[in-house]
């Protein structure tokens, strides 16, 4: 059975930081990343890695602040957050595809086939 675990989510406030972690067990991925919903907005690409060759992408928006890593003996990913703003107040998902790997990262939810239960960040101004 795959399960995606997250943990890290909390409150911050603006120009902290949070570290996201997200425990993978069941089977092996090609790629695993972060998206976030924020009230009223669609679920939105944050950041992914394929797995097997470490390249890593972000939306425009988080790039120079979030950096997204793994641990592969644990099979786990982290999305270290920097420099939040009241903006990246969302919940997050992790995210896993088991498709051939993107140039450089998928970006699509829809090639994402599974999902972690969410976790909420919430950065105060």
């Known amino acids: 059975q795959v399960q995606l675990v997250e943990s890290g989510g909390g409150l911050v406030q603006a120009g902290g930081s949070l570290r996201l972690s997200c425990a993978a067990s069941?089977?092996?991925?090609?790629?695993m990343g972060w998206f976030r919903q924020a009230p009223g907005k669609e679920r939105e690409f944050v950041a992914a890695?394929?797995?097997?060759?470490?390249?890593?992408g972000y939306v425009d928006s988080v790039k120079g602040r979030f950096t997204i890593s793994r641990d592969n003996a644990k099979n786990t990913v982290h999305l270290q957050m920097n420099s939040l703003k009241p903006e990246d107040t969302a919940i997050y998902y992790c995210a896993a595809s088991i498709l051939p790997p993107g140039v450089p990262v998928r970006t699509r939810k829809s090639e994402y086939n599974y999902w972690g239960q969410g976790t909420q960040v919430t950065v105060s101004s």
């Open positions: 890695m394929n797995w097997r060759s470490g390249i890593t």
């Open positions: 069941g089977r092996t991925f090609s790629t």
